[in-house]
């Protein structure tokens, strides 16, 4: 028996130091940032300065007090200069004994911005053009142990293209490529590079063109081996099994037999699949299948959990790891439906097996200085879209492909993304080199991005093919010179309709390509029938907001309205009383679509509302007529499903401090949009619209099950005298709209009059959850809104205070503030119906005495 015992504590004692010997990863590969020591200087003069890496010549400029911060007031325009220089960075660095003594050593650059030539100890191992590119660099044979020196010079973007613009008979159409602003007359030359066009101005952004190390650089070392990437290809997935290929990129410096290749799940360590693999010299791909049989699914948000899954791939030589990758996943079936209807061509996303309608927004890149854009900065901007009930963003084509963390958020909270490739509204001279450029380009990011489950399509630029077919442009180039049309729309399908599809197809095998944004039938401008539409009758078309209501598509994938930020946010960049008009020089520098906006603004606003009493009304009322105007607009989309499936605003946020069509301001502040959206968003919306003197009241639901609720609706005047209650029990379908009850608006409201009338809807649901929606049956500037007198009630709570509101007339979009921009008011911009009390908790910092001494409320009629 004590033989027995000795011989399995033997056994376990050999089996754990197997395992030990199996998960120790001793000759893994080592990797080390290269972020400090840098220094920089302009090319053609002597000073060094320190700079920071990662990062852009700008903020290191700024950081040194070389030039002011270009947010500031009428900055922007001194800093013009930067981008005609060239800059060149550098830093030096050792090798430990474990990287120096490693069979393979290379420099790896996340992200060069955008023109540059890399030198280590004096010769030459990099030329670079593409800011979206990453490189890989071999430097074993050029590394010395210790005292490296690394030289980044960056050519300036403007002198580098502006011989490629003189060159041509003709020019390539861009964005609104600010070259006036850049002091380069009319030469646009923002579609020559492989980098971010916002940079070069847009109508909501400044011009400022960043050169720089823009993200890390690393120093990667191994032996033999190295895993370079691990791709989860989801072949088929359902909720009895997904049928998974695993491919594994490995790069081998040698032949090596029999090194096996193990997917195993990293919590549970449940092995799925085991490969045995002969590599060659060079880069390999391995690939194994495996069935994962009742998978947890992941859902969009609202709809489920985002579940997601952490599959551990190790490559093992003998006994021992040489090396390993977490690949965080979450298994689902996303679809894009693009096909023939009785209406036209249908375009919805089909998630498990079940058709969403998106909710969302499009998103621009947080800063003009990408680097800024911090992990907290990026938490905000993602959170400000889950807790407004968003299920997409749309990552816009002038921008950039983002950093991990902005698609791991979306993965972990359940936002699905439409990622365009990063062109927009131009046309672009893809061939030679600049479509070789962009294939490396397509391959890197396409790569890096496949196994985000938040990845819902691929859509190949902004607004190209329909300013080709829909604005004129091919018109305009044909006369001009049949020949010039030619060549560009032949630049135009190779880019579009074959490289990309193509490195799509290739490296994201299964995924949907969509060929631009909006795209509709072939050879034509986007329509209301087919695929994906942009409308912008409302605000460029100078159409009423009301039009909102009678606008059809398949996929609205932008819309939009403009407001300026809120008072306290325009006093931290324009902070001098002599700035507050909108028409200020300072005021109009952060306007970037000049006074044609302006008018449209102030055009809307008496169109819509009356007159503002001062600047502080008028930004005020601004928001709350950009919310209106985009609150009609969600709500007629999701009322039209399932001909609509998906509503996207234009837009999310800001990359500077500006007047524009975002929801959120640069500083993160929600806009009264941003309130309203979370609201017309909600799993459920009740919405009342009037046609024809008839009320209908629409009740649209996200929820995959049917449940039922009570609707009332109440007709009351602004004073709080109810003219009429109608209640009823209705059933809410799954995942649908239906009209739940419709009735003659004047047997409603009776002999009163409807400028003195408000129709207030109510959904009670079984579980006891709330909906509401207020209706007005004229525009706002002819509702006859009383003075209001809202009296207060402050609680302390945890983190700030709960104010309670009440009353004693209708109070239409109530706005509380208090100085400054560290505080949130959890609710803004809302009504209280006569003698309700609504409760906002607000985060401050303040003591209760500065509290009640700042806090502000205002309703519309004080705004008059």
């Not at 007359?185 to 011009?207: I, L």
């Not at 049956?777 to 007198?789: C, D, F, G, S, V």
Request: some cysteine.
């Amino acid at each position: 028996m004590n033989i027995q015992r000795k011989n399995n504590y033997t056994r376990i004692i050999i089996f754990f130091l197997l395992i030990l010997s199996y998960t120790g990863v001793s000759g893994a590969p080592v990797k080390t940032e290269l972020n400090s020591g840098w220094r920089f200087r302009q090319w053609r003069l002597n000073n060094w300065y320190p700079a920071t890496v990662p990062g852009v010549v700008h903020t290191d400029l700024i950081a040194n007090k070389i030039i002011e911060d270009p947010f500031f007031r009428l900055n922007e325009r001194s800093v013009q200069w930067v981008d005609k220089e060239d800059w060149m960075y550098e830093t030096f660095f050792d090798l430990n004994d474990e990287m120096f003594d490693k069979k393979n050593i290379r420099l790896h650059f996340m992200g060069l911005d955008t023109y540059v030539s890399v030198y280590l100890n004096g010769e030459k191992i990099l030329e670079g053009d593409n800011m979206f590119r990453e490189w890989k660099v071999d430097i074993k044979d050029k590394v010395k142990q210790k005292d490296n020196k690394l030289e980044v010079l960056f050519r300036s973007p403007i002198k580098e293209d502006i011989p490629k613009w003189d060159a041509l008979p003709y020019q390539y159409p861009t964005g609104p490529d600010q070259s006036q602003q850049g002091g380069i007359f009319n030469k646009t030359v923002s579609s020559f590079a492989r980098k971010a066009g916002y940079h070069y101005g847009w109508d909501w952004g400044p011009r400022l063109v960043t050169s720089g190390i823009w993200r890390p650089v690393y120093l990667e070392a191994w032996n033999e081996a190295k895993l370079e990437d691990v791709f989860i290809q989801q072949k088929e997935v359902n909720k009895q099994k997904a049928s998974i290929t695993v491919h594994v990129d490995i790069l081998s410096d040698k032949d090596i037999s029999g090194a096996q290749i193990i997917v195993k799940d990293k919590k549970s360590g449940k092995t799925y699949a085991t490969y045995t693999a002969d590599l060659k010299k060079g880069t390999n791909v391995a690939t194994t299948d495996f069935v994962i049989n009742n998978p947890q699914l992941w859902w969009t948000n609202g709809l489920g959990e985002p579940h997601l899954y952490e599959f551990q791939t190790d490559i093992v030589l003998g006994s021992q790891v040489i090396d390993s990758n977490i690949s965080r996943t979450g298994i689902r079936s996303v679809k894009v439906i693009n096909k023939p209807d009785q209406y036209g061509t249908t375009f919805y996303f089909e998630l498990n097996g079940v058709p969403v309608f998106m909710k969302g927004a499009n998103y621009i890149p947080g800063d003009n200085f990408l680097p800024r854009v911090t992990k907290q900065k990026y938490e905000k901007t993602i959170l400000d879209a889950v807790n407004t009930n968003m299920n997409m963003l749309r990552v816009w084509g002038g921008g950039t492909y983002e950093n991990d963390i902005f698609y791991d958020l979306c993965d972990q909270h359940g936002i699905l993304v439409w990622q365009d490739f990063m062109f927009a509204c131009g046309m672009y001279p893809s061939e030679g080199d600049y479509l070789e450029s962009v294939r490396y380009e397509a391959i890197d990011n396409i790569k890096r991005l496949r196994n985000h489950p938040s990845i819902a399509l691929w859509c190949g630029n902004n607004e190209s093919y329909d300013g080709w077919f829909g604005w004129g442009r091919k018109e305009d180039y044909t006369k001009q010179n049949p020949e010039y049309a030619r060549v560009m729309w032949k630049q135009y399908a190779d880019l579009f309709h074959k490289l990309l599809p193509d490195m799509v197809e290739q490296y994201a095998p299964g995924a949907f390509y969509w060929p631009s944004s909006p795209y509709g039938l072939p050879g034509q401008g986007c329509d209301d029938k087919n695929g994906d539409r942009h409308y912008w009758e409302v605000w460029h078309g100078r159409k009423p907001i009301t039009q909102y209501n009678n606008e059809r598509s398949r996929f609205f994938s932008e819309y939009g309205f403009q407001s300026f930020p809120e008072f306290e946010s325009v006093k931290i960049y324009a902070p001098e009383s002599g700035d507050w008009a909108i028409t200020s020089e300072v005021m109009m520098e952060h306007q970037r679509a000049g006074s044609y906006a302006n008018n449209l603004i102030e055009e809307y606003l008496l169109n819509e509302y009356r007159k503002p009493k001062d600047f502080e009304s008028f930004l005020y009322m601004n928001q709350v007529l950009q919310g209106d105007a985009v609150k009609i607009a969600m709500e007629a989309h999701r009322r039209d499903m399932p001909y609509c499936m998906g509503t996207l605003f234009w837009q999310h946020n800001d990359c500077w401090p500006v007047a524009s069509w975002s929801s959120r301001d640069y500083y993160g502040r929600w806009k009264a949009q941003h309130y309203f959206a979370r609201d017309a968003y909600r799993d459920i919306l009740i919405s009342p619209i009037e046609k024809d003197n008839r009320l209908s009241v629409y009740v649209v639901s996200d929820r995959l099950t049917a449940t039922k609720g009570e609707l009332t609706l109440t007709a009351l005047t602004l004073d709080g005298t109810v003219i009429d209650k109608v209640q009823k029990t209705v059933t809410i379908a799954a995942n649908t709209s239906k009209n739940v009850l419709s009735m003659n608006v004047g047997h409603l409201i009776q002999d009163r009059s409807k400028n003195e009338v408000v129709i207030h809807a109510r959904l009670v649901d079984k579980t006891g959850k709330i909906y509401t929606n207020n209706y007005f049956l004229l525009q706002q500037k002819e509702i006859n809104y009383p003075r209001a007198m809202i009296s207060k009630q402050i609680k302390s709570v945890d983190g700030g205070y709960e104010v309670l509101l009440t009353s004693d007339k209708f109070a239409r979009a109530v706005f509380m503030s208090l100085n400054g921009i560290d505080n949130f008011f959890e609710n803004n911009y809302f009504d209280i119906l006569p003698g309700e009390t609504v409760a906002v908790k607000v985060k401050s910092t303040l003591s209760v005495s500065d509290f009640e001494k700042q806090l502000k409320i205002i309703s519309l009629s004080d705004a008059y």
